[in-house]
């Protein structure tokens, strides 16, 4: 018989991991709150209408669609079916898709929702999308995003308040980073005053590159993108910017001097900056010019996350867009951003072993179960105790000792109790401890006290 498998590409979660996912989101749920965001949740599938064309030609082709349920040939004619035209097939045979990302579904519900909402709109969801990608490691087909946005609001505080909760987040998890912050703006701006416009994708990927390739291979791929020795020369004091943030923005106002754009990006930079500075922050905020992200969706601040004590690529990511709810014919609404990485934070909190003990929500009782005289005597006490909140099992059938000891050690669990007779008649509990083996009677209330 063949072995059952899963699709490629997703993942199943034990219950010790299952517990660590959910101290992330946990924790990230738990500072949303914090700052006046509201979940919602949006269908695992939306209308294909609703996600074709948002993404982009590459987008679309990673696009999971669902074939129609009953006649999925209905309306397909045999010349078309001979034709064996994949795209074509999939847009008279699929109505539906899963989810892409969770920032279409939610522009989507802004819409539809609109009359419901009460603007500025807080709101964050949890929750898994789909991407027909090629699996390989660290990239899944099926993965969780941790989304907060505020749309309606053009205020600046709002890019100040997610910088605090990013902070907030990776101080919890013990994690330490680096907030870099860039705005879409300032990069016009450099490539406007190069007259190069056009090439602003190229220059941001190939400057992004600086630390791996250094200035030689930098500038080597900007001629070959097709830029002027001129232009070349004039952004090496960009590629170069060193120093605080206040001394960057002062070297970029002269830079930019002849850039509205540019200045104006400054300007949004000094503000976010004026008032983190009156906050007191556990991360590290770095303007940094190579971080580009997304670049044809982004029009104001962008942020990015790097973890300081593990390789890894960014951990959480988000800036500034305007016009979320445009393609939905809904003009004008502006909002900002941030996305939590959580299979990226999962890794660096397992490497660096920063999971919290009480995280990990195993039992912490276990009763051991000697038959049915026992068992009825037990069943009450062992409410009272969950009742205290305390993780308790009764093992339910009366196997041999040694089964039931394996089982705690097993599971982890630090407490046993043992009740046989002796203990009933005088009314105590045996509890022992599993880690050192010590043993002692108590009565029920010092057993709930022993784990208050």
């Known amino acids: 018989m063949q072995k059952p498998s899963i699709p490629k590409g997703t993942r199943d979660f034990s219950p010790e991991e299952m517990a660590k996912r959910n101290y992330i989101f946990n924790t990230i749920r738990e500072v949303y709150h914090l700052y006046g965001f509201q979940q919602i949740e949006t269908p695992a599938m939306e209308n294909l209408s609703t996600l074709m064309g948002k993404y982009g030609e590459e987008g679309d082709k990673l696009l999971f669609k669902i074939l129609n349920s009953g006649d999925c040939f209905a309306g397909i004619s045999e010349e078309e079916l001979k034709e064996m035209n994949p795209v074509k097939f999939a ?66 505080i709002n890019e100040v308040e997610l910088i605090q909760i990013m902070d907030e987040v990776f101080r919890r998890f013990g994690i330490r980073v680096c907030i870099k912050m860039n705005n879409r703006k300032i990069l016009s701006g450099i490539a406007e005053i190069l007259g190069a416009s ?27 993108k097709g830029l002027s020795e001129e232009a070349i020369a004039r952004l090496q004091p960009v590629i170069l910017l060193s120093g605080t943030n206040r001394e960057k923005l002062a070297s970029l106002r002269e830079i930019l001097a002849q850039s509205e754009v540019g200045r104006k990006g400054i300007e949004e930079l000094e503000f976010i900056l004026d008032r983190v500075e009156k906050l007191t922050l556990h991360a590290e905020l770095e303007i940094d010019l190579t971080l580009a992200r997304g670049l044809n969706y982004y029009t104001g601040a962008i942020f990015e996350v790097k973890a300081l004590d593990v390789q890894i690529g960014s951990i959480t990511g988000g800036g500034r867009y305007d016009n979320l709810t445009g393609v939905f014919g809904m003009e004008g609404v502006s909002g900002v951003g941030i996305s939590f990485g959580a299979d990226r934070i999962f890794d660096v909190l397992n490497q660096l072993e920063l999971y919290p003990k009480d995280a990990l ?18 069943l009450p006490l062992v409410a009272q105790v969950r009742a205290a909140g305390i993780r308790t099992e009764l093992y339910p059938e009366a196997a041999k000792m040694k089964k039931q000891m394996g089982y705690a050690d097993t599971k982890k669990i ?20 599993m880690l050192t083996g010590e043993q002692k009677m108590v009565t029920l209330d010092e057993l709930i006290q022993s784990f208050a």
């Open 91 to 156: 847009n008279k045979a699929c109505e539906k898709g899963l989810r892409y990302d969770l920032t279409v579904p939610f522009a989507r519900f802004v819409v539809q929702h609109r009359n419901e909402i009460s603007f500025p709109f807080k709101r964050y969801q949890i929750q898994p999308v789909w991407r027909a990608d090629r699996p390989q490691k660290g990239r899944y087909r099926e993965f969780y995003q941790c989304d907060g946005d505020v749309v309606g609001s053009n205020s600046l």
């Open 198 to 224: 056009d090439k602003i994708v190229d220059i941001t990927v190939a400057i992004d590159k600086l630390d791996k390739i250094g200035l030689e291979n930098v500038n080597a791929e900007l001629r070959d």
């Open 361 to 378: 929500q195993t039992t912490q009782l276990l009763f051991v179960n000697f038959g049915a005289t026992e068992e009825a005597y037990l």
């Open 414 to 433: 630090p407490f046993v109790a043992i009740v046989g007779e002796t203990e009933m008649a005088e009314g105590k509990i045996n509890l022992k401890n």
